[in-house]
């Protein structure tokens, strides 16, 4: 990766094209992005919101560090990892990894990359509220 990449856990919304607009640069004939989103169900059962709590300084340090791996593995360059905590209705965007390279192979393996990894590795905890009650994601050994 050529340049720093942009990692940030954030309270206030953003958008898909303001995380893009990190990562554009002259070099690049691909953007590629995932955005992941308040969803209206969960196990079957209806979601009315969802909070995200985190570590914050943790958060962005294991952020960083995957996004450094992914400028190793991949000839990307530019990467931007943002991710929301606090309260989030339906719809709302919560989640956006966004990879600029030369080439569009690498900038689709590099954001699917991003999102895996900060889903398995990057403590940001989820509260789901349902029409009948709330748990966090976790507490039950079964998820």
Not at 47 to 73: C, F, H, N, Q, S
Request: hydrophobic share 40%; charged share 25%.
């Amino acid at each position: 990766m050529t340049d720093s990449p942009h990692i940030a856990i954030r309270t206030d919304a953003f958008t898909v094209a303001e995380i893009e607009s990190l990562v554009a640069d002259p070099k690049n004939g691909a953007i590629c992005s995932f955005s992941g989103l308040v969803r209206d169900n969960s196990h079957g059962k209806t979601v009315t919101a969802l909070e995200y709590d985190a570590y914050i300084p943790m958060a962005e340090k294991l952020m960083r560090d995957i996004a450094d791996d992914i400028g190793r593995e991949f000839p990307i360059n530019r990467l931007a990892m943002v991710h929301r905590i606090g309260r989030m209705q339906v719809g709302e965007l919560v989640v956006v990894v966004s990879a600029g390279a030369p080439h569009r192979d690498a900038a689709f393996k590099a954001a699917r990359a991003g999102i895996d990894r900060l889903k398995k590795t990057v403590p940001i905890w989820k509260k789901e509220y349902f029409t009948d009650g709330s748990h966090w994601v976790g507490e039950t050994p079964e998820e």
